[in-house]
């Protein structure tokens, strides 16, 4: 089958390096890892090198396309996966960014075709990025945790361990298993991300995300404009919790719970559920996440 990545630029010979991935999904997934990588590209220049076009990895009738504008004019906007350059200030690597929609069909064909081009740019180490809704709270700091594919790359983030073992990977975590294959150190980092927010992206767990990446590379993540962002996301998730007892209740026992936990210094678990189960615990986050969307 002919490749369907589409070049824009010929890049030179890259140093050292690094692909940073994420990927939203159908299901309202991956939008707080994106959004902090695209906020990454805006404060550092980033340039397109090459997308890879969607038609073999799509359905359609189920992911439909959205109507935008370019140049003014109407223009259909369909899914796909774009590829960064970048170079963060007095760095001495070299950075790509992937960033797009989890293909609806043909994984296995999606993940090999990427790698094959990531490959061809002699990739040494690949990060991929998501968050998960679990039961953490807006007030304390985001939980973080990696799975590693070697003890140099675990020493490096310094995250509490995981193995994504037992439950569905996404696309980010199967692209770096193939990579792995191929000889690339990989981490996949995870955030966890209060469950009452819905699938609104979270400035806070975005930061988080890249600071993590900051610190393992030792780059100066610019977080000064992320700030309004953070700061407006606490208040109307403070205004949301002042709005109902049972909310309040709900965060002040994910309060004390994270409060109780915090000295056992416990290795954090995988969330098995991503949302809640009963109807009374859904028509909360429900509640919340409605208030949260108008006050965006």
Known sequence: ???????????????????????????????????????????????????????????????????????????????????????????????????????????????????????KLGITEAISMRSFSAAVSHRRPTPLQAQYSTPSVEESFGLP????????????????????????????????????????????????LLQAVGRAYNLKIPAESLKPAIDKHFTAMEQAVLSSEEVAALVQAIDEHTDAMRPRQEPLALPEVAEANDNHSVSIIDEIEAFLRQNQ
């Open 1 to 119: 089958m002919p490749t369907q990545i589409r070049e824009h630029v010929v890049l030179p010979e890259l140093k050292q390096p690094v692909l940073i991935s994420a990927f939203t999904s159908a299901q309202r997934g991956g939008q707080t890892a994106c959004a902090a990588l695209a906020y990454l590209m805006s404060q550092w220049d980033a340039e397109l090198v090459a997308e890879l076009e969607s038609d073999d990895y799509y359905d359609y009738a189920r992911l439909r396309p959205m109507m935008g504008q370019e140049n003014g004019k109407p223009a259909v906007d369909w899914p796909t996966n774009l590829l960064y350059h970048l170079t963060p200030p007095d760095s001495e690597r070299d950075f790509l960014v992937l960033v797009g929609m989890e293909p609806s069909m043909r994984w296995r064909a999606f993940v090999q075709e990427l790698a094959d081009y990531i490959e």
């Open 161 to 208: 361990a995981v193995a994504f073992t037992g439950v569905p990977l996404d696309v980010a975590a199967l692209l770096n298993l193939e990579l792995r294959e191929r000889g690339v150190e990989t981490a996949d980092l995870m955030a966890l991300e209060p469950c009452y927010t819905g699938g609104i992206p979270d400035a806070k767990v975005g930061l988080a």
